[in-house]
């Protein structure tokens, strides 16, 4: 079954702010693919600008 997978990246000054998933929704990166009726999977990651790892993963899936 076909998906679709949104993806946004943020770099944080060090911990997780929510961001990146806040963004997908907030500019409606989904709103294009939701006529296709295919589970819709938005990801925001974060990554510290200090120490160069990841340290906010948010995963959240629209069904139709």
């Known amino acids: 079954m076909p998906q679709v997978f949104i993806f946004e990246f943020k770099v944080v000054e060090q911990s997780p702010e929510g961001k990146a998933l806040q963004q997908i929704k907030d500019r409606g ?7 296709k009726g295919e589970p819709i999977h938005l990801i925001g990651v974060e990554f510290s600008k200090t120490s160069r790892n990841v340290v906010g993963f948010e995963v959240e899936t629209l069904s139709f």
């Open 29 to 35: 990166y989904a709103d294009k693919y939701r006529a």
